[in-house]
């Protein structure tokens, strides 16, 4: 049976945008009316370490930090920051990992974050048109385009997993 | 109704300061409490960075000595560097109202310790506040703006790194009416701390205490969730929550407002359960001060003072489980950027054996390997006297390797005192001090300070030039060297000045890569607003 809180880990290396998928994740399910947290921790990470953020969403939410081997899905953005994140997977619970997208073949490489939030919105239960809403608003303008086409890319790969 | 809206703590709290009618925000940047005066400036209130933290309260205190509503922020350790101030500031009171934000780091993500800072609330007589989530970061700023008010004296909102950086919902409240307007009260006798006058402002200060303390025993920032009888929890803050989902059964007295202490409350809260334990996070503070009280608690084991607290930690506790946690494994440590100036400013101190005292920024970094070129860090400022120090004892051959290594922002933070004292007490072999002067503070995401010339919001000031100032304070030889295009020039250098008997300041001055495209923008604005006509410059 599916718990009340629906629990999502995202992590990479500082400047892969790990924050930021996190953020529209975030705003895509406190679109659909659910009680969302969302922790992250700043600071040393911004030189290149490991970036961990945490999505929590349902009817309530209480601690902001996923609690170990509880994450309902994983998303790793980097291949090296897999294993040292596993742990936070529960048994049965959905790893995405960053060989399922080949950046190279995005728009622009950079997109990376928002192509493997498509793979994850193909396996969970959150209405497309919310994603794209929490997309639009976290990106500028001249950026939109190009990342809702990476978005497409995920989710259409997300489809066939 | 304002609309629902998904903010991390800081950014509530700034909502919450506009809201309240804030006049003035000013702080240091620091993590976790940089964003919230940026977020203030951005929203449209007025919000500048001072040199350092105990500035940045003086002026808060003046601001509100003047009838203001003032906001200032800082990271926990920066509260020592104010410390000074808030120990009188509680004696004198404010006019206006003044609420001191005091962002703690359990379990250090980007700090030197973990110091916890409700220490000093008790310490001061600083009325304390401890919200557990943006919502109640928001709306506790509000009241703390008004307990401030109404008892002329400065609050402190004690948050920690999971409340300022989580992201949660929150509904924001209808803006203060009637906030007065700044004004000028004489008020000699209360304002002037010579011992005549502080006498009676010390008593005065426990008589408002004394008077927060009953009106906490019945305020809505303390609440209780109704649940078992068999065990009832004490707690505040984050540890709130994590508590909340560790055992939903469990009856819970959640504390807001925790100096001075609802004491009444919490013992009959205590009384009414057959178990009655006392979750928080860091420090021992609540359950030393419910002991003291001769209400019969449980704390937590010892292990549990280290680190953050969570849901899992929360359980062991309950269970009274003392038996090893383990261990998560270890991700990619932050490295200095491909491409910093300062890799070659450490691939130089390495080559040359010095002994380095260190300073806190993106700099800290070369302590790690592949440069290992750092022997000590202890606080903002502390490379100076530290390295001074140990010029003063060693024996010559090891005095002459010691060079002090600062960044621009701390420089500007404690620094200029550590080179007063160099010039006022110079070591016989004389003493090299590097300021890496990269234009920014980056290590916090790249904020302004006095020698960028920019403030906060990036806009024209005027400039503090570094070298113009080490050479006023009698350094002998100041040079500027940029260490990417001139290393060899760099390392000449340094091995010269070391060799010398004299007092020696290098700047290594080359922008922060991930900064200088922002700052040649910045200066494109601000030469173009100078130039205009319309543009005054005070």
């Known amino acids: 049976m599916k718990t009340a809180v629906t629990n999502v880990v995202f992590a990479g290396l500082g400047g892969q945008g790990v924050v930021k998928a996190s953020d529209i994740m975030a705003d895509a399910v406190f679109r659909c009316g659910h009680d969302v947290k969302k922790a992250e921790v700043h600071g040393m990470s911004q030189r290149g370490g490991s970036v961990s953020c945490d999505v929590r969403y349902g009817k309530e939410v209480f601690s902001p930090m996923v609690p170990a081997a509880q994450a309902d899905y994983l998303v790793v953005l980097s291949p090296d920051q897999v294993d040292n994140n596993r742990q936070a997977l529960r048994p049965g619970g959905v790893l995405i990992t960053p060989d399922l997208v080949d950046a190279t073949k995005l728009e622009n490489a950079k997109s990376l974050n928002v192509a493997m939030l498509g793979v994850l919105a193909a396996k969970m239960d959150v209405p497309i048109e919310k994603w794209k809403e929490a997309i639009a608003a976290a990106l500028p303008e001249k950026l939109l385009e190009t990342n809702l086409r990476a978005f497409e890319t995920g989710r259409h790969i997300g489809a066939r997993l | ?538």
């Open chain 2, 1 to 538: 109704m304002s609309e629902r809206k998904l903010l991390n703590g800081d950014e509530a709290v700034a909502q919450a300061a506009l809201d309240a009618g804030v006049t003035l925000g000013t702080g240091y940047p620091g993590t976790p409490s940089t964003e919230i005066l940026e977020n203030l400036d951005l929203i449209g209130g007025r919000a500048q960075w001072a040199p350092n933290e105990k500035v940045a309260l003086e002026v808060g205190l003046g601001a509100a000595y003047a009838g203001a509503r003032v906001l200032v922020t800082m990271k926990h350790v920066g509260v020592n560097v104010a410390a000074d101030p808030l120990f009188t500031a509680t004696y004198t009171g404010v006019h206006g109202a003044l609420v001191l934000i005091s962002a703690d780091d359990p379990g250090m993500a980007s700090s030197q310790n973990e110091q916890d800072n409700r220490r000093y609330a008790l310490a001061s007589g600083c009325p304390m506040l401890e919200p557990s989530d943006s919502q109640e970061a928001y709306d506790f700023v509000r009241t703390a703006f008004d307990i401030s008010a109404k008892w002329k004296i400065p609050v402190m909102l004690r948050m920690t790194t999971r409340v300022c950086h989580s992201r949660t919902v929150v509904q924001a409240k209808a803006k203060a009416a009637n906030v007065s307007a700044p004004a000028f009260v004489r008020d000699i006798r209360g304002k002037v701390m010579i011992p005549a006058y502080a006498r009676p402002a010390h008593k005065l200060l426990r008589q408002k205490l004394g008077e927060m303390a009953a009106w906490n025993e019945t305020s809505e920032l303390n609440k209780v969730i109704v649940g078992s009888k068999d065990l009832g929890i004490i707690t505040s803050a984050i540890s709130y929550m994590h508590v909340r989902e560790a055992a939903p059964e469990a009856s819970v007295l959640k504390l807001g407002f925790t100096y001075p202490l609802p004491i009444e409350r919490i013992r009959q809260f205590a009384a009414g359960v057959t178990r009655c334990v006392v979750i928080e996070e860091g420090d021992p503070y609540l359950v030393e001060s419910i002991r003291a009280a001769g209400i019969s608690v449980e704390g937590k084991p010892e292990m549990y003072r280290y680190g953050e607290l969570n849901v899992d930690r929360v359980k062991r506790i309950i269970a009274g489980d003392v038996s090893a946690e383990p261990v998560p494994p270890r991700g990619k440590p932050p490295q200095l950027c491909n491409g910093c100036p300062y890799r070659t400013v450490y691939e130089v101190l390495k080559r040359l054996d010095c002994i380095v005292a260190g300073d806190i920024g993106c700099y800290t970094l070369g302590v790690l390997p592949p440069f290992e070129a750092m022997d000590t860090c202890v606080c903002m400022g502390a490379s100076l006297g530290v390295g001074l120090g140990m010029r003063h004892v060693l024996p010559e051959q090891e005095a002459r390797r010691v060079v002090s290594i600062i960044g621009d922002s701390t420089f500007m933070h404690t620094g200029v005192n550590g080179l007063i004292e160099m010039t006022y007490n110079p070591p016989t072999t004389g003493h090299v001090l590097i300021i890496l002067d990269n234009g920014t503070t980056a290590m916090t995401g790249q904020q302004e300070h006095p020698a960028t010339g920019r403030t906060l919001d990036h806009g024209p000031t005027n400039k503090f030039i570094i070298e113009d100032f080490c050479k006023a304070a009698g350094a002998k030889n100041v040079d500027i060297i940029d260490p990417v295009s001139k290393p060899a020039e760099f390392e000449a250098m340094l091995k010269g000045r070391l060799a010398s008997n004299d007092l020696s300041v290098i700047i290594a001055r080359k922008p922060c890569l991930l900064a200088a495209g922002k700052i040649r923008e910045y200066e494109k604005i601000n030469a173009e607003k100078l130039a205009s006509a319309s543009y005054c410059k005070v």
